[in-house]
């Protein structure tokens, strides 16, 4: 039979020797052999014992009702541990939920330094602004919560960068406007339109279809294609018609 010393058993399961010295006095644990020199010794009888403790422990069980679980006449080790497993697993589950929180929490908070709604719509008259973002939540209000979460995990960096990028891409396009839409150079300049769209909605669902109807909306509505801040309807039937084409050619 194996022994261990008050010192080794401590080592192995993680806890003081002072504990163990406590578990004896109050008669939790006792060791199976006290030498003449009053040393401890434990053998595997008491390992089994301390493993049912210290799982008793982790579930915030008092050391009194440990005792009076362990040393009833009817307990069951395998029945015990079976049950012991099913309560840590449910702790886990609440923990694992607990930290899905607290990530929540601290993105949340990371956001309020870096990113609010207010800010999507930076450069853009304030009033205008706050019309556009009504409208839009009136009419795709799950998008337009979605794309917003979305953006808002960006650094201001980040999100300085994506506007950046797709500002100039349709000033590109609105250089272009007087080609085919469906040549071969403006068909890159909106598929690279095409992709920072899908950065902004921050999803790619139905996007072909949602993508064609952007189109619709630049060609209807003279807002969405401003040049210099004056309407350009024609830009907007440019885009209409690129737009369309690249739907047909490369998203079907």
């Known amino acids: 039979m194996k022994e261990y010393t008050v010192k080794k058993l401590a080592k192995m399961a993680g806890v003081s020797v002072r504990t163990l010295h406590h578990y004896d006095q109050i ?3 006792k060791p199976s052999i006290r030498t003449d020199a009053r040393y401890r010794v434990y053998g595997e009888r008491e390992l089994l014992r301390l ?3 210290l799982f008793y422990r982790e579930l915030d069980f008092e050391l009194k009702a440990i005792g009076n679980l362990l040393d009833s006449h009817n307990f069951d080790l395998v029945g015990a541990l079976e049950s012991q497993k099913q309560m840590l697993l ?13 990530d ?8 309020k330094t870096m990113m609010n709604p207010e800010e999507l719509y930076e450069g ?5 602004a706050a019309a556009w973002r009504m409208e839009a939540k009136e009419n795709w209000p799950e998008q337009v919560a979605h794309a917003e979460r979305e953006l808002m995990r960006l650094s201001k960096a980040d ?3 994506l506007q950046d990028g797709f500002k100039a891409n349709v000033e590109q396009l609105a250089m272009m406007s007087h080609l085919d839409p469906a040549g071969s150079d403006v068909q890159a300049a909106i598929a690279q339109h095409y992709h920072y769209i899908l950065r902004f909605w921050g ?3 139905d996007a072909a279809e949602a993508y064609r109807g952007l189109g619709d909306l630049y060609a209807n509505d003279p807002r969405y294609t401003q040049v210099d801040g004056v309407p350009a309807e024609t830009f907007g039937n440019f885009l209409q018609r690129a737009i369309h084409h690249y739907v047909d050619m ?3």
Do not use: C, Y
């Not at 929540?104 to 990371?110: C, E, Q």
């Not at 853009?124 to 205008?128: M, S, T, Y």
């Open 27 to 29: 008669g939790l644990l």
């Open 51 to 53: 493993q049912q403790i």
């Open 90 to 102: 449910s702790r886990r589950k609440r923990l694992d939920t607990l930290v899905a929180t607290l």
């Open 104 to 111: 929540k929490t601290m993105l949340h908070l990371k956001n």
């Open 124 to 128: 853009l008259p304030k009033e205008q």
């Open 159 to 161: 999100f300085k960068a």
């Open 203 to 205: 999803k790619a669902d």
């Open 250 to 252: 490369q998203l079907r």
